[in-house]
């Protein structure tokens, strides 16, 4: 079985910073993407950023310049740094891999997700 732990949400004035962490476990092969994504209340789970096995990153446009995404391949994490916050971030951000428990076995897996909360 395959969990993925986030860590790190909040609330936290408006031009603040947050860091949020999420260590994938269990029974992992490989992890190709990893990614965060949001959900404001009443509003669809939407992509923030994603990051290749290689590094190679993707953001959505209104957090370019204030996000960034890493990982740890040999840790299994994956990171997000939150800068300039806005009250528009306020969601609940879900860390997201694709992982491969064998050669043939591949899905996605979501963690339980974690509250980000900007005052203005």
């Known amino acids: 079985q395959v969990q993925l732990v986030e860590s790190g949400g909040g609330l936290v004035q408006a031009g603040g910073s947050l860091r949020l962490s999420c260590a994938a476990s269990?029974?992992?092969?490989?992890?190709?993407?990893m990614g965060w994504y949001r959900q404001a209340p009443g509003k669809q789970r939407d992509l923030v950023a994603t990051?290749?096995?290689?590094?190679?990153?993707n953001y959505e446009d209104s957090v370019k310049g204030r996000f960034t995404i890493s990982r740890d391949n040999a840790r299994n994490t994956v990171s997000l740094q939150m800068n300039s916050l806005k009250p528009e971030d306020t969601a609940v951000y879900y860390c997201?891999?694709?992982?491969?428990?064998?050669?043939?076995?591949?899905?996605?897996?979501w963690g339980q997700g974690t509250q980000v909360t900007v005052a203005s």
């Open positions: 269990g029974s992992i092969f490989s992890i190709n993407d």
């Open positions: 990051i290749t096995s290689g590094g190679t990153t």
């Open positions: 997201n891999a694709r992982i491969r428990t064998s050669l043939v076995a591949r899905n996605d897996y």
